[in-house]
């Protein structure tokens, strides 16, 4: 029997599953996880002991299910991106790897770039504007403030092409991710734009381009050691998580969407031709070939712990309960959800959160239900750009946020839109053992393991209230910015007097 290993290291954890040619789950595998905050505006992870210790603990506890007579015949990694880890020559990383667009310390390079090379320049070659999603401003911030680190730096990785490294030694990196370590890359022309990688990169090398189902090379003796899978075993390059996730529920074809519910929230949608959007990122797709868009928020399932946490820690079925009993539209109660700035649309790293109509007749339940109603205005807002690009044909909605009896019927709401939940909604490391079942041809290129099982239809009694709201929910931003920004410049901690 030939069998696929996949797994993803995500923001909360790292997962893995295994499983057969026909997409049947032989066993499954999760290690659970924190990134460091080690100062305001920072997000990081330690790429080696984290990342790689934990690929090595699942991918030992995974191949001990393996059945009898069973060869595992590829793997693949995603993770969380785009993210930047530099190493030296022994592929030693030389400082803690800096996440995506929650880690926001890079500011002050995006503005000094976007004035060297010029924001409409930037758009027309990277389809995307700068902001703390990139890459490229969080290499210049390490060549600025940490010269030594970047100066021994011998490649930079993302964190799926860090782990492809370790298990083959190939220095490579897949079209999406490139297509998001903007300026570097040129997503219309699927390559590296040379000139900008070579200002910014400096004497560190780009890594070679390849797709998500590619086989980059096999585990070498040493990576078998540390992670009990057969030397010789064929890796895919993988992607950013989101992407594979998308992958893994069939978003696949022009009009397809993904809306993953979770600590933030991010949207794919599949293009049927470039299309640019300041507000919005272009990238490449998972497919040879393909284009793609995407948004995603700061914070979302994230913004929900916190307050879970702050209102007394009560079980999250008691803070549901309460919720429930909340009437739509929070009695007057609306939340800007910016308690980490904020991505798409706004770009706003300085952004805070705000809750506007607060009374004394509001309790803990019209906070959770207002906290997830901003949210979703949030993707309503986003929603709407995307349609300039290519309405919709469909809506896979997928993540840990399914599991609120509240959070995706206001979102489908406030929207407007159906949202089509997966019967297997395993995540992206599902996603991951499909492209390498494709990538080493055990099964045809256009294979769908995903089967939908049910449909979250809005409810029209509520769009006029929700309609009115969004009005107002969106007149919110403009009209705190400047006081939040303000804000935003106090110091994180004053000395006790």
């Not at 992607?239 to 600590?263: C, H, I, K, N, Q």
């Not at 339940?365 to 995307?386: K, T």
């Not at 006029?464 to 709201?469: A, K, R, T």
């Amino acid at each position: 029997m030939d069998l696929l290993l996949g797994i993803d290291m995500g923001t909360g954890s790292t997962k893995g599953v295994l499983v057969d040619a026909s997409g049947s789950v032989i066993a499954a595998e999760t290690i659970a996880h924190s990134m460091d905050l080690p100062r305001p505006g920072w997000a990081e992870v330690d790429a080696e002991n984290l990342w790689w210790s934990e690929v090595c603990r699942i991918s030992r506890a995974l191949m001990a299910h393996m059945p009898s007579g069973g060869v595992l015949a590829g793997m693949c990694v995603s993770g969380v991106g785009p993210c930047l880890v530099l190493c030296d020559d022994d592929l030693r990383p030389l400082r803690p790897a800096i996440l995506y667009g929650i880690d926001t310390r890079a500011a002050a390079e995006i503005d000094a770039l976007t004035a060297e090379l010029g924001e409409t320049e930037i758009l027309a070659q990277a389809g995307t504007l700068l902001s703390s999603q990139a890459v490229g401003p969080k290499i210049e911030w390490v060549r600025r403030h940490e010269p030594d680190v970047f100066e021994r730096a011998a490649g930079w990785y993302g964190s799926n092409s860090y782990i492809a490294a370790k298990l083959t030694g190939e220095y490579v990196m897949d079209h999406h991710t490139a297509s998001q370590c903007d300026p570097l890359y040129t997503t219309r022309a699927f390559t590296w734009n040379e000139p900008w990688a070579r200002r910014i990169c400096g004497h560190i090398p780009l890594p070679r381009l390849v797709w998500p189902s590619d086989v980059v090379g096999s585990v070498t003796v040493q990576a078998a050691a540390a992670t009990g899978i057969p030397a010789g075993t064929p890796v895919s390059a993988g992607t950013v998580d989101a992407y594979s996730e998308a992958f893994s529920v069939g978003v696949r074809r022009p009009g397809d969407r993904m809306l993953m519910y979770g600590s933030t929230m991010f949207l794919v949608q599949v293009l049927d031709e470039y299309h640019s959007d300041a507000a919005l990122w272009t990238t490449a797709g998972v497919e040879h070939g393909t284009l793609a868009l995407a948004a995603g928020t700061a914070t979302a399932g994230s913004l929900i712990n916190w307050l879970q946490t702050v209102t007394g820690g009560s079980s999250f079925a008691e803070l549901m309960a309460e919720a429930k009993e909340v009437p739509p539209g929070s009695e007057g109660l609306l939340v800007l959800p910016y308690l980490a700035g904020e991505r798409t649309p706004v770009f706003d790293p300085h952004a805070r959160g705000v809750v506007a109509g607060l009374t004394l007749r509001h309790g803990r339940g019209h906070l959770f239900r207002a906290a997830y109603e901003g949210i979703s205005f949030g993707i309503r807002q986003i929603l709407d750009r995307f349609d300039d690009a290519h309405a919709a044909t469909r809506t896979v909605a997928v993540g840990g946020g399914l599991n609120s009896p509240i959070w995706a019927q206001a979102l489908s709401d406030i929207t407007g839109r159906p949202q089509l939940v997966p019967e297997q909604a395993i995540g992206a490391s599902y996603g991951d053992a499909l492209l390498a079942a494709i990538g080493v041809g055990l099964v045809a290129p256009d294979t769908d393991w995903a089967t939908i099982a049910r449909e979250i239809k809005p409810n029209p009694r509520n769009r006029g209230l929700y309609d009115e709201l969004y009005g107002t929910w969106r007149e919110l931003y403009p009209a705190t910015r400047d006081q939040v920004h303000r804000l935003a410049e106090q110091p994180a901690s004053q000395p006790i007097v």
